[in-house]
């Protein structure tokens, strides 16, 4: 199984990014796809994931309104758009599939059984 996040960069304050993640070696459609960040010194943070289930969306609270997650099961792709970053935005941003559907299994990183390379979003002031 792989996990191949891209998409990553240096941006302005305000811009946009769109992350992009492939999936490879699982049967994508009954995997719910998340992403996470993990700042400088800080503990890794969920921050969105579609359920495979229900195509629920669910988004941690600092980037609601700001990010949208999306899945392309043809393209065996999920995607996250990013706009109005912020600074505290920064980070290593992960891309993880889980066999969970709910919004309290897709928040914690330990229902995930697969983890992509992460992807290294700066946000410049």
């Known amino acids: 199984v792989q996990l191949q996040a891209s998409g990553g960069g240096l941006v302005q304050a305000g811009g946009s990014l769109r992350l992009s993640c492939e999936v490879s070696g699982l049967t994508f459609r009954i995997y719910s796809a998340g992403w996470f960040r993990q700042a400088p010194g800080k503990v890794r943070e969920f921050v969105a994931a579609k359920s495979y289930r229900s195509g629920s969306a669910f988004y941690a609270d600092s980037v609601k309104g700001r990010f949208t997650v999306s899945r392309d099961n043809a393209r065996n792709t999920v995607y996250l758009q990013m706009s109005s970053l912020k600074p505290e935005d920064t980070g290593v941003y992960y891309c993880?599939?889980?066999?969970?559907?709910?919004?309290?299994?897709?928040?914690?990183?330990?229902?995930?059984?697969?983890w992509g390379q992460g992807t290294l979003v700066t946000v410049s002031s």
């Open positions: 993880a599939a889980s066999g969970y559907y709910s919004y309290s299994d897709l928040t914690a990183n330990i229902k995930y059984d697969y």
